[in-house]
């Protein structure tokens, strides 16, 4: 059984436009099933199981079984919630990912904080031997003449310095050092938004990255779940249109569609 959500997600206009043909028992027992179905993920195929999910005797039932049986695929499987439930686990696997990295963003910045101990300590050794080259018992050593060997030197210093913090190799191309930034890496989960989105042409990515990092962790899961709604409709439209002149869908950027909260309007 696949995780989910305790609420099932519910479009009534879809619903009464489906079940108008239906009386009140016919519903009432197609409601039935399909809340079962959202709990345990499947229904039995046995008419008396179904029946008592449906809250039917087996003689109200078989009457009526073949109207409701084609709301459902064969094996009494339904694609409307089946899609929903892979959804909804992958709404939850998204926040349990969310959460981990949050005690690992924890953990960096903990570990960033040590690194940043050790770099004041370096900066405080440099500066005390700055002041030691300085002072009077220094003066042997200075008007060309050499250290001992066993005294450090600033280059030396400088290399120990800097070999905390080596190069970037993406900071170079060719052998040559070069002044543009690196480019961010875009995240796994906004990278799985992209593409199942069905970008129009020319859309811009990093434009629609800028716009997705704005939104808070729930709207981001609410984002995506709109975005393979989107998705299921463009398919759907664009067969629906095979025989047309111009069979094409209008679907906005991704960066409308995150900036204007279009999933809103589909919930």
């Known amino acids: 059984m696949s995780e989910r959500a305790a609420f099932m997600p519910m479009y009534w206009a879809d619903f009464l436009a489906d079940t108008s043909h239906l ?29 008592r999910i449906a809250r039917l005797s087996v003689k109200q039932w078989v009457p009526r079984r073949a109207i409701i049986e084609a709301f459902f695929q064969p094996g009494w499987r339904h694609k409307r919630i089946d899609k929903e439930l892979e959804s909804s686990s992958r709404r939850i696997e998204a926040k349990r990912e969310s959460g981990s990295k949050g005690g690992k963003a924890k953990a960096l910045k903990n570990k960033d904080a040590a690194v940043a101990d050790a770099t004041n300590s370096l900066e405080q050794n440099d500066s005390s031997r700055a002041r030691l080259l300085r002072s009077p018992e220094s003066q042997p050593y200075q008007n060309g003449a050499a250290p001992p060997s066993d005294s450090p030197s600033s280059t030396d210093s400088q290399s120990q310095t800097l070999s905390l913090f080596p190069p970037n190799p993406d900071d170079e191309e060719n052998g040559e050092k070069s002044d543009k930034p690196a480019r961010e890496a875009y995240p796994e989960e906004f990278a799985e938004l992209w593409e199942d989105y069905p970008n129009p042409p020319n859309g811009s990515k990093l434009k629609a990255f800028q716009a997705w990092k704005k939104l808070k962790a729930d709207a981001k899961l609410d984002c995506h ?43």
Not at 232 to 241: K, L, N, Q, T
Request: no cysteine; charged share 25%; glycine share 6%.
């Open 225 to 267: 779940e709109g975005a393979l709604r989107m998705a299921d409709y463009a398919v759907s439209e664009r067969a629906r249109r095979a025989g047309w002149k111009d069979p094409s869908v209008p679907v906005p950027h991704l960066v409308t569609y995150i900036n204007q909260r279009r999933w809103e309007s589909s919930q």
């Open 23 to 51: 009386d009140a028992t016919e519903t009432g027992a197609y409601l039935l099933l399909i809340a079962h179905y959202w709990r345990v993920g499947s229904l039995p195929d046995n008419d008396v199981q179904l029946a």
